[in-house]
């Protein structure tokens, strides 16, 4: 098959990889329906994907992955720099040199009898000022058909780039889906990332996590951008302006659900819209007005299929009806559709689990989808996607939003005074472990800004890149900063907020601050909601007015027990924690007392 490009370092590199792995022929993707079609029908062919009920379920898929190659492998990603000093104390680090000769060493002949696929990609739409290029070579159809969906693929990419350097090269070999032999490694300094002995998502499609934001945040630190694991919603008020929201959680806070939120009746009937832009990750640059615009770098969701239902998230589960590829759920034999946990009541009888056993779901006591078991959707079907999904130069971003799980500690909603302020409010981000995950209950996993896996740097670097992009910032312009937690309990157990929808209720006076709308008041922690400037109408026999007011406020024990975990956390960055977040600590301490 002809090249698809003359640009020099793009073939280079191919022939390049083509010697070490030798694969049988190479093909280049070049976007066309044809061509997905065909490799669609190859795929089906040898039962590397299963055709659904075309009826119910167009042009769309299932793919079963290795039982031993179901999630992301954190101990096993590495971001390779020069010295360990870069990585930082999060990252897990392999000197470059090293790291190359070992995955060489793994990769090696591993294409024989295979095809190598030639992805272009884009990261962003095509052609938009805060997009990237990128190539991945693999030798799996469903990484190629994954790509298809989640990224821009194809020749138009490499019309964009002509003949320049500037595009990170992904290789991705699955060799003999070896778990002792699966390194996902980040080269931040050779724009590289290569992924051996694995099929999974996560791993495998090398746009979105190790593009879009491992090396991402590297290049964004050196050319001044951010990139971050941000949900970007626009919620439309009833005089038609939208405002635009990143968001960062860690897994389990339903980023996806947020995203893509359905307004309470109340809200509705007012003219509440809510619009999704990306639902996993936003690259945000500085405007020509001075306001901070953000983009999705993605072109489809790869969302986790169990819980999703129609109330859960109609918007997520209409996007899985057509053009979707299903990874490790039920197969349901009776109408060739699929099935998950919580999709409904409705279990199928006559089925295959995530592995392809038989499965009856009326009598059998395991699961039958594997709980990190995913859709991966076209974005293009989702209901509410925003009219501004594919402008070139992203939405203006109002404010920050960052959340976790904290039963008792966090306020339902508060804002940080300033920037910086909101710079140490993201760095302090903590989760508590729930039931689903392995290990102990309750246990606070801090995980600053959502970035712990997915930052390519030294953490210390890149809180240090968070101030120093304020500072190009004018405070008027700047997006203003907040921390939500959508998970207080009461000491029964019980969840005090309803979540889901009525979180609208939360965003719209952080919209409401963001515009001088409504006053707060000032704790130790930022500035906290007023009970009465809550909109809980509707929410009679849920949410009292008492207990609002009980999960609004700041128990200084337990923040002054935080303030020495953040300290203790703190202390692993050595010299290298900035010393606004020093400061920051301090004056939280001091505000304790
Ligand atoms: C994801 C994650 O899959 O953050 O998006 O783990
Ligand atoms: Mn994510």
């Known amino acids: 098959?002809?090249?698809?490009?003359?640009?020099?370092?793009?073939?280079?590199?191919?022939?390049?990889?083509?010697?070490?792995?030798?694969?049988?022929?190479?093909?280049?993707?070049?976007?066309?329906?044809?061509?997905?079609?065909?490799?669609?029908?190859?795929?089906?062919?040898?039962?590397e994907l299963i055709k659904l009920n075309q009826e119910k379920l167009p042009d769309c898929y299932l793919h079963r992955t290795a039982v031993n190659d179901v999630a992301r492998v954190e101990n096993r990603t590495l971001i390779c720099t020069p010295t360990q000093e870069e990585a930082g104390p999060t990252n897990n680090w392999m000197a470059p040199d090293e790291a190359y000769k070992m995955l060489d060493e793994i990769a090696k002949d591993s294409y024989i009898g295979r095809t190598m696929y030639v992805i272009p990609y884009s990261m962003g739409p095509v052609g938009s000022p805060l997009a990237k290029i990128g190539v991945e070579l693999t030798d799996?159809?469903?990484?190629?058909?994954n790509m298809a969906i989640m990224t821009r693929v194809g020749k138009a990419v490499l019309d964009v780039l002509g003949d320049s350097n500037d595009w990170v090269r992904g290789f991705h070999a699955k060799c003999q889906i070896d778990e002792e032999k699966r390194y996902i490694c980040q080269f931040p300094q050779d724009n590289t990332i290569i992924s051996v002995n694995s099929g999974y998502g996560g791993n495998v499609l090398l746009g979105k996590k190790c593009f879009a934001l491992r090396i991402a945040s590297y290049l964004g630190k050196n050319e001044g951008w951010m990139a971050e694991h941000m949900l970007i919603l626009g919620v439309e008020k009833p005089d038609g302006e939208t405002k635009y929201i990143c968001a960062a959680f860690p897994s389990a806070c339903g980023k996806t659900n947020l995203a893509m939120l359905i307004p309470p009746e109340i809200y509705k009937e007012k003219g509440y819209k809510v619009w999704c832009v990306g639902d996993d990750i936003s690259w945000i640059r500085k405007g020509a007005d001075g306001r901070l615009y953000a983009i999705n770098p993605e072109n489809g969701f790869f969302g986790v299929a169990p819980g999703t239902n129609e109330k859960s998230n109609p918007n997520a589960l209409a996007s899985t009806k057509k053009g979707t590829i299903f990874t490790n759920v039920v197969h349901n034999l009776d109408d060739n559709t699929v099935w998950w946990e919580g999709l409904d009541k409705n279990p199928p009888e006559n089925a295959m689990d995530w592995t392809g056993k038989p499965w009856n779901g009326k009598t059998s006591d395991v699961k039958g989808a594997h709980p990190n078991s995913r859709f991966t959707a076209p974005a293009v079907n989702c209901p509410c996607i925003s009219p501004e999904f594919e402008n070139l130069n992203g939405v203006p971003i109002s404010a920050f939003v960052f959340g976790g799980r904290r039963a008792k500690l966090a306020p339902l909603v508060y804002q940080s005074r300033d920037w910086n302020h909101g710079v140490f409010v993201g760095s302090i981000m903590a989760s508590e472990t729930t039931a689903a995950a392995a290990g102990a209950v309750g246990v606070v996993r801090r995980d600053p800004m959502a970035m712990l896996p997915f930052c390519g740097y030294n953490m210390a670097d890149y809180w240090q890149h968070w101030i120093d992009i304020g500072k190009t910032l004018d405070p008027d312009k700047a997006p203003k900063i907040f921390n939500v937690n959508w998970f207080r309990k009461d000491d029964e157990g019980n969840f005090m907020w309803p979540g889901f929808g009525d979180n609208l209720r939360v965003l719209d006076w952080i919209?409401?601050?963001?515009?001088?709308?409504?006053?707060?008041?000032?704790?130790?922690?930022?500035?906290?909601?007023?009970?009465?400037?809550?909109?809980?109408?509707?929410?009679?026999?849920?949410v009292s007015r008492e207990s609002l007011e009980s999960i609004l406020d700041v128990d200084k024990d337990l923040w002054a027990a935080e303030a020495d975990g953040i300290a203790e956390f703190y202390a692993k960055f050595g010299d290298r924690l900035p010393e606004t977040l020093k400061e920051e600590l301090e004056t939280l301490k001091a505000n304790l007392k």
Not at 19 to 25: R, W
Not at 517 to 530: H, R, Y
């Open 140 to 145: 799996s159809i469903y990484v190629v058909l």
């Open 1 to 47: 098959m002809a090249n698809l490009t003359t640009n020099p370092s793009i073939l280079s590199w191919i022939e390049d990889r083509k010697a070490l792995v030798k694969p049988e022929k190479v093909v280049w993707i070049d976007g066309s329906k044809e061509q997905i079609e065909q490799l669609r029908a190859e795929a089906c062919s040898t039962g």
């Open 511 to 542: 919209l409401d601050r963001c515009d001088g709308k409504v006053d707060a008041a000032e704790t130790a922690i930022g500035f906290v909601p007023k009970a009465e400037d809550i909109n809980i109408d509707g929410l009679e026999g849920e």
